[in-house]
């Protein structure tokens, strides 16, 4: 009874968006008018809503997720939220496990480097060609949390030191002031430094931390990954850095919203394979603008289910028209 009345109201908060004429950009909160100006993309070049396709593994009894994660080119926390309920240390011969490749853009400007905190990936947006390549990163934890907005790379640098910073020695006194190139230099063989002091994307020593928030507020991402980004990106390349848990995109026919864990729950899943719900109020209201006329088709029961589960993977929650018809939606 409790799930039909907040249906109900889920379904009247995006039918009353588009009655108030959001459905074509008219009328459209600042907020949201800037975020569509902001998805505009330079120079002509037409990149896609969505990337990649999601695929099934099957399990092998020597296999962890942790190993998956790195196989599949994902992240830790990315495939565990995805596959609730399996041991991420032995989750068995023969379970199928669900490898999340696809992925809605963030609501950023498409050009250059894209970094979303919240499904902790990187996005490069490749204007020669209208491709998007897509990278796990770990990210910083809570007391050492990375700036967002806009910034971009303003240098470059292989095999570079790392000069710790103070209040990291003053964390770990035994640290050295500089650490040379090296298997124990934790940026790995590769760096890029942005505009922000002190924040670089790099490699790793330490693979497992990819798809985490163990950080100290730099990106870091598998060493392989960074090899292969490295020489592509020049000096003066733009950064944008968002968090953002709902992401939501028009695809052909279909209408896709994928909704990831926020960074607290991350922690939680990270501890114990669940996290404790909440909600997204305004979740509703931006379904309905972006569906516009398909209001109707949009099956708010899976929407909240969606909401709730927060596995990270796009999901179509458009009804066909014949469906919505018979519903008497």
Not at 175 to 193: I, R
Request: proline content about 9%; charged content about 25%.
């Amino acid at each position: 009874m409790v799930r039909a009345r907040i249906t109900r109201r889920w379904f009247c908060t995006g039918l009353a968006a588009v009655a108030a004429g959001t459905a074509m950009g008219q009328g459209m909160p600042q907020a949201l008018a800037k975020a569509k100006a902001a998805m505009a993309e330079p120079d002509g070049v037409i990149y896609p809503g969505k990337i990649g396709d999601m695929r099934y593994y099957t399990a092998k009894a020597e296999d962890t997720l942790v190993d998956l994660a790195r196989t599949f080119n994902l992240g830790f926390t990315e495939l565990v939220a995805a596959n609730p309920g399996v041991d991420p240390w032995i989750p068995g011969a023969g379970t199928r496990i669900l490898l999340p490749l696809g992925h809605l853009l963030p609501d950023a400007p498409r050009r250059g480097l894209v970094l979303n905190l919240v499904d902790q990936r990187l996005y490069y947006f490749r204007a020669r060609d209208g491709i998007v390549e897509s990278f796990p990163i770990g990210t910083g934890r809570d007391a050492w949390d990375t700036p967002l907005g806009a910034t971009k790379v303003v240098r470059k640098k292989r095999n570079p030191y790392w000069y710790v910073p103070k209040s990291i020695r003053k964390e770990d006194p035994d640290l050295p002031k500089v650490v040379p190139p090296g298997p124990n230099n934790p940026l790995g063989k590769f760096a890029l430094y942005l505009g922000w002091p002190g924040y670089l994307i790099h490699g790793t020593n330490n693979p497992w931390g990819v798809g985490r928030r163990v950080s100290h507020g730099c990106i870091r991402l598998y060493p392989e990954d960074i090899k292969r980004l490295f020489p592509r990106i020049p000096v003066g390349t733009p950064v944008t850095v968002v968090s953002q848990e709902i992401k939501i995109a028009r695809f052909g026919s279909e209408l896709l919203i994928e909704v990831h864990a926020s960074p607290s729950q991350t922690d939680e899943i990270e501890a114990n394979g669940k996290f404790t719900p909440s909600e997204l109020p305004e979740l509703p209201y931006r379904i309905a603008s972006v569906a516009g006329r398909d209001v109707n088709r949009i099956d708010w029961n899976l929407v909240k289910r969606t909401a709730r589960e927060r596995r990270g993977v796009p999901v179509n929650i458009l009804r066909s028209r014949a469906e919505a018809a018979s519903s008497g939606s």
